[in-house]
């Protein structure tokens, strides 16, 4: 069974850089035929696909994201990581690590972190 | 303002049939398919219906989706009281770069 776990600071100032990350379990970030994605839900709101990176650096993001986003894959260590740059007040969500079974329009979100929730703040 | 719009809320009666709509636009549910995902309160979305209409292992089939033109609907049937959750539809965009979009969440109530 695979799992996801985020982990990273939970508190972030405005201006900074949120950084996460996502250990996986039981199965490889390098297995080719998926995508690991990042999708946050600010709080009592709905959901908003952040973006995906795959094994072999292939990257896409929600342009309202404005190219704060860099996403990244650590094989080695079975994980992969967000960084979000220039935090806002708006960035305060619950943010979700997500495995992707297919190729955009053919993919689905398959399987789901608990959900970190980080708050900017000063 | 959600790229798919869906109901805030609905709500039905223990056993009942109840239906969630999702419509959207000629750049994602009108050329690609739909994603349900099932949020029980307090935790992470669940993927309920994938393709459209395929249920992933495990999920009763109680739970249906379909497909029509620009929208999509997701149908529970024999409603449970463990079925109080929020709903999300989900496709891929066609615009710009190419984009996941979701809709804003039905919040369905068993009474």
């Known amino acids: 069974q695979v799992q996801l776990q985020e982990s990273g600071p939970g508190l972030v100032k405005p201006s900074e850089t949120l950084s996460l990350t996502c250990s996986v379990s039981?199965?490889?970030?390098?297995?080719?035929?998926?995508?690991w994605g990042w999708i946050r839900q600010p709080p009592g709101k709905g959901l908003e696909w952040l973006g995906y990176?795959?094994?072999?650096?292939?990257?896409n993001s929600n342009p309202s994201l404005r190219s704060r986003a860099i996403m990244s894959v650590d094989a080695s260590k079975n994980q992969f990581s967000l960084k979000l740059n220039s935090v806002a007040a708006a960035d305060t969500a619950v943010y979700y690590c997500?495995?992707?079974?297919?190729?955009?329009?053919?993919?689905?979100?398959?399987?789901w972190g608990q959900g970190t929730l980080v708050i900017v703040s000063s | 303002q959600s790229v798919l719009t869906q109901p805030p809320s609905a709500s039905g009666t223990p056993g009942q049939r109840v239906t969630i709509s999702c419509s959207g636009s000629?750049?994602?549910?009108?050329?690609?398919?739909v994603n349900w995902y099932q949020q029980l309160p307090g935790t992470a979305p669940k993927l309920l219906i994938y393709?459209?209409?395929q249920r992933p292992s495990g999920v009763p089939d109680r739970f249906s989706g379909s497909k029509s033109g620009t929208s999509a609907s997701l149908a529970i049937s024999g409603l449970q009281s463990e079925d109080e959750a929020d709903y999300y539809c989900?496709?891929?965009?066609?615009?710009?770069?190419?984009?996941?979009?979701f809709g804003g969440g039905t919040k369905l109530t068993v009474l």
């Open positions: 039981g199965g490889s970030v390098s297995r080719g035929s998926y995508y």
């Open positions: 990176i795959s094994y072999s650096g292939s990257i």
């Open positions: 989900a496709a891929w965009d066609e615009s710009l770069t190419g984009t996941w979009v």
């Open positions: 393709s459209n209409n």
């Open positions: 997500v495995r992707i079974d297919g190729y955009n329009q053919y993919g689905n979100f398959d399987y």
């Open positions: 000629s750049s994602n549910i009108g050329i690609n398919t």
